[in-house]
């Protein structure tokens, strides 16, 4: 079945930088696009990032474009966020994603805190 397991949040300094990876397994990785997505305590999940089957053309949300950056592996079946000059708005639940099939797969997020 399909699973995606995230990795790499922790607590870090505002202006620090962190890099998340997500394992996906169940599916073949290289033919389906992957996006991050993240939830804030509080607040709606919003999408963070996307990154096509090839690894061409990300697309990111207005609040991370210019500090984040998607990339993959699709040897490793992996696909990561970077990110720099991190914000304390940027404290969230990290969640890895795809469409497959017809049908949402999450993975259990990862969280990010960006404090002092």
């Known amino acids: 079945q399909v699973q995606l397991v995230e990795s790499g949040g922790s607590l870090v300094q505002p202006g620090g930088s962190l890099n998340l990876s997500c394992v996906a397994s169940?599916?073949?990785?290289?033919?389906?696009?992957m996006n991050w997505y993240r939830q804030a305590p509080g607040k709606e999940r919003e999408w963070v990032a996307v990154?096509?089957?090839?690894?061409?053309?990300?697309n990111y949300a207005d609040s991370v474009k210019g500090r984040f950056i998607i990339s993959r592996d699709n040897l490793k079946n992996t696909v990561t966020l970077q990110m720099i000059s991190l914000k304390p708005e940027d404290t969230a639940v990290y969640y890895c994603?795809?469409?497959?099939?017809?049908?949402?797969?999450w993975g259990k997020g990862t969280l990010v805190t960006v404090s002092s």
């Open positions: 169940g599916f073949t990785f290289s033919y389906y696009a």
């Open positions: 990154i096509t089957p090839s690894g061409t053309n990300p």
């Open positions: 994603n795809t469409w497959y099939r017809g049908v949402d797969y």
